[in-house]
T-cell receptor, first 112, second 112 residues
Framework: GQNIDQPTEMTATEGAIVQINCTYQ??????LFWYQQHAGEAPTFLSY????GLEEKGRFSSFLSRSKGYSYLLLKELQMKDSASYLC?????????????FGKGTKLSVIP | GAGVSQTPSNKVTEKGKYVELRCDPI?????LYWYRQSLGQGPEFLIY????????DSGLPNDRFFAVRPEGSVSTLKIQRTERGDSAVYLC??????????FGPGTRLTVL
């Protein structure tokens, strides 16, 4: 089975930097994804890590350590529109399956 | 189409009724996934199609749930004898191989 943990809620100030952590325990691993989900909307893809290290994409960066079962999403220069839930998801490597197992999401509130 | 579309956007039904939820994936995407999301939770995997066949249906909660994709494009999720516990947002996603999954806006199902 898979177990994915991330904080339930976080609050940060506009213009600041925030790091959202995710730890996972999985029977198989074929990559880790971060998705952003605004209330009442569909999740939208942010980043994908399959190898250890940091992936940077504009204001968003994601880090992976496979040996530690750990990832984080780093958001820089926070904007009010970044207020959303951030979902950590692991792709299973089981035969023929590419399902994503999601954490419960971290609700980020950006305040002025 | 530009993205994944799902119909209806909202469905209210009575306990015991039958419902069908439709998903139109992104053109050319061979992989299609159904997830279910309850309030405050991350999406939960239901079933994965590769082409016309269900490659992994391990997430279907019981035999009241069934999904088809007869021509390898549009998919329909069917729920028989609905129960109040089936109330959730049903999300469809499509992808090209193991690339990121693109989610539709979801169908909010309410069973009274």
């Amino acid at each position: 089975g898979q177990n994915i943990d991330q904080p339930t809620e976080m609050t940060a100030t506009e213009g600041a930097i925030v790091q959202i952590n995710c730890t996972y325990q999985t029977s198989g691993f074929n990559g880790l994804f971060w998705y952003q989900q605004h209330a009442g909307e569909a999740p939208t893809f942010l980043s994908y890590n399959v190898l250890d290290g940091l992936e940077e994409k504009g204001r968003f960066s994601s880090f992976l350590s496979r040996s530690k079962g750990y990832s984080y999403l780093l958001l820089k220069e926070l904007q009010m529109k970044d207020s959303a839930s951030y979902l950590c998801a692991v792709m299973d490597s089981g035969a023929g399956s590419y399902q994503l197992t999601f954490g419960k999401g971290t609700k980020l509130s950006v305040i002025p | 189409g530009a993205g994944v579309s799902q119909t209806p956007s909202n469905k209210v039904t009575e306990k015991g009724k039958y419902v069908e939820l439709r998903c139109d994936p992104i053109s050319g995407h061979t992989a299609l996934y159904w997830y279910r999301q309850s309030l405050g939770q991350g999406p939960e995997f239901l079933i994965y199609f590769q082409g016309t066949g269900a490659a992994d249906d391990s997430g279907l909660p019981n035999d009241r749930f069934f999904a088809v994709r007869p021509e390898g494009s549009v998919s329909t999720l069917k729920i028989q004898r609905t129960e109040r516990g089936d109330s959730a947002v049903y999300l469809c996603a499509s992808s090209h191989g193991t690339d990121e999954q693109f989610f539709g806006p979801g169908t909010r199902l309410t069973v009274l």
